[in-house]
């Protein structure tokens, strides 16, 4: 099976600051990698979907870029309402998720 | 746009079969798609529990098979999740999601708000 190890497991960054999530996969995956957003109280949300395509209405903020085994999720500017958990996915399998918070 | 709820009982008994069903507005379970179910216990992330394609094609988590059945009724544009002999430890919400396949690309497109389950006498 295929293993998704994200990083970090929480950060914490100021309102404008560029914030980078890794997801790294046990084998290579091409470029077969989500990532969501969830929100406290809510369904994940779909931000980016093959590694670097984003979602309609998904503000451009958010990017995704990588191949391979090694990903990369960056909010270019973070904004108060980008609190929530991120998590990464392929296939069947997400990643542990990563904990955004406002320092 | 395309809607997804979740039904059932919010509490289950231990060694009972948890049921849930999800309705579908806004597109044809017929016309496509896979469509799934996640879970999430309280404070944990997200593991994948089954899918199912308009079909009836299904695909389990293997370390929940045994338990897991899933089903599709198109007539009524729903599809259903059993799990049986649940445990404190199959507590969680529970939600349901729309699969966008296209090779080995995978995501799950749209969900439904989830619904928690707790499994306790």
């Known amino acids: 099976d295929i293993q998704m190890t994200q990083s970090p497991s929480s950060l914490s960054a100021s309102v404008g600051d560029r914030v980078t999530i890794t997801c790294q996969a046990s084998q290579d995956i091409s470029n077969y990698l989500n990532w969501y957003q969830q929100k406290p109280g809510k369904a994940p949300k779909l931000l980016i979907y093959d590694a670097s395509n984003l979602e309609t209405g998904v503000p451009s903020r958010f990017s995704g870029s990588g191949s391979g085994t090694d990903f990369t999720f960056t909010i270019s500017s973070l904004q108060p309402e980008d609190i929530a958990t991120y998590y990464c996915q392929h296939l069947l399998t997400f990643g542990g998720g990563t904990k955004v918070e406002i320092k | 746009q395309v809607q997804l709820q979740e039904s059932g009982p919010g509490l289950v008994k231990p060694s009972e079969t948890l049921s849930l069903t999800c309705t579908v507005s806004?597109?044809?379970?017929?016309?496509?798609?896979?469509w799934g179910w996640i879970r999430q216990p309280p404070g944990k992330g997200l593991e994948w529990i089954g899918s199912i394609y308009h079909s009836g094609s299904t695909y389990y988590n293997p370390s929940l098979k045994s338990r897991v059945t899933i089903s599709v009724d198109t007539s009524k544009n729903q599809f259903s999740l059993k799990l049986s002999s649940v445990t404190a430890a199959d507590t969680a919400v529970y939600y349901c999601a729309r699969i966008a396949v296209a090779g080995t690309s995978y995501y799950f497109d749209y969900w439904g708000q989830g619904t928690l389950v707790t499994v306790s006498s």
């Open positions: 806004g597109y044809s379970i017929s016309s496509g798609y896979y």
